[in-house]
């Protein structure tokens, strides 16, 4: 509210001072927002293609332990399943995206070789060691998904909280503080013309006053009339 503003140098040199800093702000967080904007987009290209991964993954586990379940029979799956000792173990780390913290997820023991996998040589079949090969992968495929699509949600709630602040500095702040600070520069402008008006009036007032000073006194040295 430009009003409610006082209209003195003092909060003049304040509002620019403001009006400095702020579209400096701006024009930072428009370079960040446009920064976050390609980075998101690498990453979404990166999403697209881990998830096309997944769906093929995903696939072809499935058809390979149709696979086995037909050739060897359930009980033999779940023996193979129920033999593995060692499982796989996930680290969460982190890691800095232009001030962004998205998640850097490493993953140990998911890929075993035969001797890993607990069930032995002889106690499994070729048909149950391709499902196993499968579904290693596609857990390799998904822990690698949540950790591209946790990064590309975090990217994307960043670049819409820069969005809001700029559009807040845009469209709020600073042409709020623009509005303040013509109003202050226009009453200035107004209570310098009046100064310079009264000062005129003032100055004009003394050189009347002095022109009549030096004007002659008519009345001396007039004659005296004689009485009848």
């Known amino acids: 509210m430009a009003k409610d503003v006082k209209p003195t140098r003092k909060n003049l040199m304040a509002i620019e001072d403001r009006i400095d800093l702020s579209e400096r702000g701006h024009d930072t967080l428009e370079k960040k927002r446009d920064g976050l904007i390609m980075e998101f987009m690498d990453i979404l290209d990166q999403a697209q293609d881990v998830r096309s991964d997944l769906d093929q993954d995903y696939e072809r586990a499935q058809r390979t332990l149709d ?12 023996g193979a399943a129920e033999a593995l000792k060692e499982h796989p173990e996930i680290t969460l780390q982190s890691k800095n995206i232009m001030g962004v913290v998205v998640p850097q997820i490493e993953s140990t023991r998911v890929k075993k ?25 596609l857990l390799e495929t998904i822990i690698l998904v949540a950790e ?4 590309m949600k975090k990217m994307l709630d960043e670049i819409e909280t820069t969005k809001r602040r700029v559009n807040a500095l845009e469209f709020t702040l600073l042409p709020t503080l623009y509005d303040n600070q013509e109003f202050i520069e226009q009453k200035l402008e107004e209570q310098e013309r009046e100064e310079i008006f009264r000062m005129k009036k003032i100055k004009d007032k003394k050189e009347r006053e002095e022109e009549e000073e030096d004007e002659p006194d008519v009345t001396e040295g007039a004659p005296i009339p004689a009485d009848d």
């Not at 696979?67 to 779940?78: K, L, P, Q, S």
């Not at 591209?148 to 990064?151: G, P």
């Open 67 to 78: 696979m086995a379940r037909a050739m060897e029979g359930d009980v033999a799956i779940r």
């Open 113 to 137: 070789g035969l001797d890993q996998r607990g069930y032995g040589v002889l106690g499994s079949s070729a048909r149950i060691d391709e499902a196993a090969d499968a579904y290693e992968e």
């Open 148 to 151: 591209v699509e946790t990064a």
